[in-house]
T-cell receptor, first 114, second 113 residues
Framework: EDQVTQSPEALRLQEGESSSLNCSYT??????LFWYRQDPGKGPEFLFT???AGEEKEKERLKATLTKKESFLHITAPKPEDSATYLC???????????????FGAGTQVVVTP | GAVVSQHPSRVICKSGTSVKIECRSL??????MFWYRQFPKKSLMLMAT?????????EQGVEKDKFLINHASLTLSTLTVTSAHPEDSSFYIC?????????FGSGTRLTVV
C-alpha cells in the first residue's frame, strides 16, 4: 500500500534559522512527488514537482530534493512569511485504478518567529 | 495559468438541507477533478475522483448518495452535500489535473447547524 510520512509534525524556527523537512514514501512506482504550501483556511499552493532520484528544484528560500525513498524540503534563512503547513504528496505510476490521484502526507506545520 | 476557482468559500446551512460547491478550471480544460475533505490540523483526505462525462469514483467509506458529484463539462465539477448533518461540517477542497500537475481550489468551509 502506498504510504507517505512527513516529519517532524511541527517545527518552530527563529527567523534566519535554516532547517529541513522530511517526506518518506513507499509507492508502487513513482510518477511524481509534489510539495505544497497551505495557509490556514486556504487550499494548497503548488511549490515543486520532482520526478526522479537526484533531482533538485529551488524557489526563493526553498529547495526540494528527491531520493528513491524520501524527499527533503530545505528552508534557508526563513522569514515569518514562510510560516505555513508544508504538504508532501506522491503520484503513483498510473494504472486503471489510480486515475492519477495523489497520496498526501500529514504535513509539517512550520512557524517562523521574528 | 492553471487557476482553479472554488465557490463558495464559506457556507452555513441548516441540518437536513443540501449544499452545492462549485469547482471551475478557469484557463484550462480539466478532464479529471478531485474532491478532498480536510479536518482541522489534518491532511487532505481524497473523497472522490470526478471524470468529465462519466460517473465519479468514490474512495472507500465515502457515501456516494450523500456526496453527489457532477462533472458535466471540461471546466466545471460540483459537489453536493445532501441532507447535511453537523458531522458533515468540514473544509472541502477541489483539485484539477493539468499539464503542470495538480492545481487546488481555495477551499469551502461548510458549517452545518
Amino acid at each position: 500500500e502506498d504510504q507517505v510520512t512527513q516529519s517532524p509534525e511541527a517545527l518552530r524556527l527563529q527567523e534566519g534559522e535554516s532547517s529541513s523537512l522530511n517526506c518518506s514514501y513507499t509507492v508502487s512506482g513513482l510518477r511524481g512527488l509534489f510539495w505544497y504550501r497551505q495557509d490556514p483556511g486556504k487550499g494548497p499552493e503548488f511549490l515543486f514537482t520532482l520526478y526522479s532520484a537526484g533531482e533538485e528544484k529551488e524557489k526563493e528560500r526553498l529547495k526540494a530534493t528527491l531520493t528513491k525513498k524520501e524527499s527533503f524540503l530545505h528552508i534557508t534563512a526563513p522569514k515569518p512569511e514562510d510560516s505555513a503547513t508544508y504538504l508532501c504528496a506522491v503520484q503513483p505510476r498510473m494504472t486503471t485504478d489510480s486515475w492519477g490521484k495523489l497520496q498526501f502526507g500529514a504535513g509539517t506545520q512550520v512557524v517562523v518567529t521574528p | 495559468g492553471a487557476v482553479v476557482s472554488q465557490h463558495p468559500s464559506r457556507v452555513i446551512c441548516k441540518s437536513g438541507t443540501s449544499v452545492k460547491i462549485e469547482c471551475r478550471s478557469l484557463d484550462f480544460q480539466a478532464t479529471t477533478m478531485f474532491w478532498y475533505r480536510q479536518f482541522p490540523k489534518k491532511s487532505l483526505m481524497l473523497m472522490a475522483t470526478s471524470n468529465e462525462g462519466s460517473k465519479a469514483t468514490y474512495e472507500q467509506g465515502v457515501e456516494k448518495d450523500k456526496f453527489l458529484i457532477n462533472h458535466a463539462s471540461l471546466t466545471l465539477s460540483t459537489l453536493t452535500v445532501t441532507s447535511a448533518h453537523p458531522e458533515d461540517s468540514s473544509f472541502y477542497i477541489c483539485s484539477a489535473r493539468n499539464y503542470y500537475g495538480y492545481t487546488f481550489g481555495s477551499g469551502t468551509r461548510l458549517t452545518v447547524v
